[in-house]
């Protein structure tokens, strides 16, 4: 018999970053349009962090649909109308990442911040799927099972 550790959330997450990494390899812009993503379990919540440098803030946008979380944004080109760029690596244009939610995160209760181009995300575990310690009684006998 083999017995193993499993954390659902940690095993959710880490297959739908596989199926996002796969999708931003194969995108036919060689995945410039993409939005770097951290994701973090933490005891009480999961924390999701979106790289997002240069975007104004009041071009952000989540949603939540389904137990899909969408975060939009938008880069607007940054020079004048008679300006005339020789050098051009930086994505401009909208940006979108889709990441599938657990139905053990409270997505009624996600907060986010933007600061220094990083927009973080932050999504309640809810209260019965926290991990809690599981009561042992003690008693003068132990009564054996047999099978």
Request: proline share 5%.
């Amino acid at each position: 018999m083999l017995l193993t550790s499993i954390d659902p959330f940690i095993q959710e997450f880490d297959r739908q970053f596989d199926r996002l990494a796969r999708q931003a390899l194969g995108t036919g812009d060689g995945g410039a349009r993409v939005m770097a993503l951290d994701g973090v379990r933490r005891k009480d919540d999961v924390l999701l962090r979106f790289d997002l440098p240069g975007v104004d803030p009041d071009s952000i946008e989540i949603t939540v649909d389904r137990g899909v979380l969408s975060v939009s944004a938008t880069r607007e080109e940054e020079h004048a109308q008679e300006d005339r760029p020789f050098v051009r690596e930086r994505p401009m244009g909208a940006f979108t990442r889709r990441v599938y939610l657990s139905e053990h995160l409270d997505s009624e209760k996600i907060d986010a911040a933007y600061s220094n181009g990083v927009l973080a995300v932050r999504i309640p575990v809810i209260e019965k799927a926290r991990p809690r310690k599981v009561e042992i009684h003690k008693g003068p006998e132990v009564k054996s099972i047999k099978a």
